[in-house]
């Protein structure tokens, strides 16, 4: 484990990670700006759920750079990349099965949003966040699935419109499941050492 987590501390691999993950998070603006054109405003922020993930795990690796912790985005960033890395894989899956075809794109998505989820775990060891952040990003994740699926939000997949009832409440276990990773990756370790 410690080899693993030399090499993922080397500046090399972050460069790359920013670099990749930077234009993921562009692309995935991208990909919802026609969702986000028809958004009212004071939902736009809650509407680009992975590339939202991404953009907090920017932040976390920036803080690496500067040999500083970035607590909060520490939180947010795992949580979210883990859900949301997991979510995408799941509906592109159901998708392929409920369609019977996949476009090469849905292939890519689950292979960068899996790679999304693992990273988010693999950089756990790394993070320094206390219950107050891990808190902060629980809110902002649930209130996330009220604006997704109370207000309809939700990411655009009209072939799986039929399934939102039960896709809203498998999002709302794998938050859930999300947070309780979380907690267990980084603040059960801090509280066996002690």
Do not use: C
Not at 85 to 105: D, E, K, P
Request: positive net charge; hydrophobic residues 55%.
């Amino acid at each position: 484990m410690k080899w693993i987590l030399y090499i993922l501390g080397q500046r090399s691999v972050l460069v790359l990670l920013l670099a990749v993950n930077f234009l993921g998070t562009v692309y995935g603006y991208y990909w919802y700006l026609p969702q986000l054109m028809d958004t009212p405003a004071k939902f736009l922020i809650f509407v680009p759920d992975s590339p939202t993930a991404t953009l907090f795990f920017l932040f976390v690796l920036l803080g690496f750079f500067l040999k500083r912790n970035s607590a909060l985005f520490e939180a947010l960033a795992l949580v979210t990349l883990v859900k949301y890395g997991l979510w995408a894989v799941v509906m592109n899956i159901l998708v392929l099965v409920t369609a019977g075809s996949l476009h090469w794109t849905g292939y890519m998505l689950i292979a960068s949003h899996f790679a999304m989820a693992v990273q988010g775990v693999l950089y756990a060891p790394y993070y320094r966040f206390k219950v107050w952040h891990l808190a902060a990003a629980a809110i902002w994740t649930l209130h996330n699935d009220v604006i997704d699926y109370l207000f309809q939000m939700m990411p655009n997949y009209s072939m799986l419109d039929q399934y939102m009832p039960q896709i809203g409440y498998f999002t709302f276990w794998l938050s859930i499941a999300s947070i309780g990773l979380a907690y267990y990756l980084v603040l059960s370790r801090k509280a066996f050492k002690l």
